[in-house]
């Protein structure tokens, strides 16, 4: 950890590193993202003013809210929350959103023009950001019509040093596999490597 702290260190302009003056976002991006994979994004939207402006949201807080978003009964009033979890922004901008989908199962299978299935669990809308959804069934969970059952995650960038596809998939990926380990999802729902994407 401390070569990764060390290597993630420049970018802000009053010289502070980033994991000293946004100590809750890096240590969430880390934690959803990987060290490595973050080292890169740092590298791709490098100046002297990287910041990260989301929320500081720690994993728990966010494996809480879910959690008990999966638990309660459905609000048709409020809806389920959006979780802002990393968002880093330079020479170019990298935002990560996570939330129960609102849409259900039936309707991601049955709705080929925008979704198609990446394995038995996933499914992806590939228009820029890509959207990720997969079954994680959370022990307890509220019954009723509006079961909270799909996960949705939300990956978006605007820097033109994202050369490839590929990175934004891993990120993407990573992150679904991160939130399945937190939230021990019961189904145990495979996240592949490869998420079909058109290249």
Known sequence: MAVSALTFSTGCA?????????????TTCNALFGAKNMESL???????????????????QVKEGLTKEAIVPYDKRKGFDTYDV??????????????????????????????HRASADVYV????????????????????????????VRTWESSTNFSTIDFHQKLSVNLARTLRDELACTNKPNIPDDLQLSK
Request: glycine content about 6%.
């Open 14 to 26: 009053d010289g502070q590193s980033l994991s000293e003056k946004y100590p809750t976002q890096w």
């Open 42 to 60: 740092r590298d791709m939207l490098d100046s002297d003013d990287l910041k990260f402006s989301n929320p500081t949201l720690s994993v728990d």
């Open 86 to 115: 990393c968002t880093l922004s330079g020479n170019g901008t990298f935002d990560a959103t996570v939330r129960w989908s609102a849409d259900t199962l039936k309707a991601v299978q049955t709705y080929t023009d925008r979704w």
């Open 125 to 152: 809308s590939e228009a820029s950001p890509i959207h990720l959804v997969f079954r994680c069934e959370i022990k307890g969970a509220a019954s009723g019509p509006h079961v909270q059952v799909l996960l949705e």
